[in-house]
């Protein structure tokens, strides 16, 4: 009987995260503290003017983005 081990690693990669401003399933982004933030929308938020519309919901969005306790 043959067993075929299986490499999460690579098949989370395949499948994506969630991006906490856009919502949508993505690869590449970064990550901003437990929070992934897709490439296309991190380079929209660096473009964005205060006075442009959108800045308030990127700022909205953002809020979502919680800062871990560390426990010692």
């Known amino acids: 009987m043959e067993v075929e081990e299986m490499d999460y690693s690579s098949e989370k990669k395949q499948a994506g995260e969630n991006c906490v401003v856009c919502g949508q ?6 990550h901003l503290y437990t929070s992934f933030i897709c490439t296309e929308c ?3 938020m660096i473009h964005t003017e205060t006075s442009d519309p959108n800045y308030k919901f990127f700022v909205h969005q953002l809020r979502k ?8």
């Not at 983005?65 to 010692?72: A, D, G, H, L, N």
């Open 25 to 30: 399933e993505k690869v590449a982004g970064i």
């Open 42 to 44: 991190e380079k929209t």
């Open 65 to 72: 983005v919680t800062k871990p306790e560390i426990y010692s």
